[in-house]
């Protein structure tokens, strides 16, 4: 069964930084383009970055580049988004999702998605 889990939210204050978490289980992650995407209280989801398969490319929307990384450690089986100079703005709900074709912040375009994790930036 692919299954992805997020994880590494949490409440921080502005200018702070996190790094969230994307385990897969169930396939190699380093097969696939990986999603990162959030969607804030009454806002449609936002793609905010992706990951090519065997990191061929990275992408930022340009609401977090300068600010988010996004990498990957094969051995862990896990995708990363290092965020910092974190705003009130980046508050929302943060996704992964990964396709074996896909790459891009299309949210329709990926197959499997995470349950989603919290980050809440206020002081």
């Known amino acids: 069964e692919v299954q992805l889990v997020e994880s590494g939210g949490g409440l921080v204050q502005p200018g702070g930084s996190l790094r969230l978490s994307c385990a897969a289980s169930?396939?190699?992650?380093?097969?696939?383009?990986i999603g990162w995407f959030r969607q804030a209280p009454g806002k449609e989801r936002e793609g905010i970055s992706f990951?090519?398969?065997?990191?061929?490319?990275?992408y930022y929307a340009d609401s977090v580049k300068g600010r988010f990384t996004i990498s990957r450690d094969n051995a862990k089986n896990t995708v990363y988004l290092q965020m910092n100079s974190l705003k009130p703005e980046d508050t929302a709900v943060y996704y992964c999702a990964a396709d074996a074709y896909y790459s891009g912040i299309e949210d329709h375009g990926y197959d499997s998605w995470g349950q989603g994790t919290q980050v809440t930036v206020s002081s």
């Open positions: 169930g396939f190699t992650l380093d097969a696939y383009n």
């Open positions: 990951i090519s398969s065997h990191d061929v490319g990275t």
